[in-house]
C-alpha cells in the first residue's frame, strides 16, 4: 500500500463520518502504518480534528443572518457567463494568431510543405480545443 492509498482511506473513513482508530483499520493499512512515520502522523492528525468536530456543539443560525448571507453572496457574484468566457477567448486568441501568422506564412511554400504544415495544425488545434473543453466540463461542475 502507498501512501496515497493510505491517505485516501482515511480520508474516506472520515468522509462517511466513520471513527477512526488504528484498530478499526484493516490489516493491509495497519501494516503500513505501523511502518510508516508520515502516516502515522496523518492518521494522528486526522483522528484529532475527527474527535474535536465530534464534541463540538451545532450552533442554530438564526434565519434572518441565514438570508442575509445568502444575499450578499449572490450580490457579489460576478457574472459567471462573461466572467469565463473573457478569459477563454483570450486562450484562444494567443494560440490562434500565431498559428494564423505560420499558415500565413506555409500558403507561399511548396504544396507538400504546406499541407504538411496544415495538418500539424489542425493536430494541434484539435488538441487544444478538446483539452480545453475537456477541463472547462470538469472545473465547471465541480
Known sequence: MTCEDFRNEIDNKADSRQAISPEDLPPQTRSHLDGCASCAQYLESVSTVDQILRNTQSVEIPSELYDTLLT??????????????RPMVIYILRILLPALALWIVALFMPAVTRVVVEMILMVFAMTLVFEKLGRRLVTDRV
Open 72 to 85: 450578499i453572496g449572490y450580490e457579489q457574484r460576478p457574472n459567471s457567463a462573461l466572467a469565463s468566457i
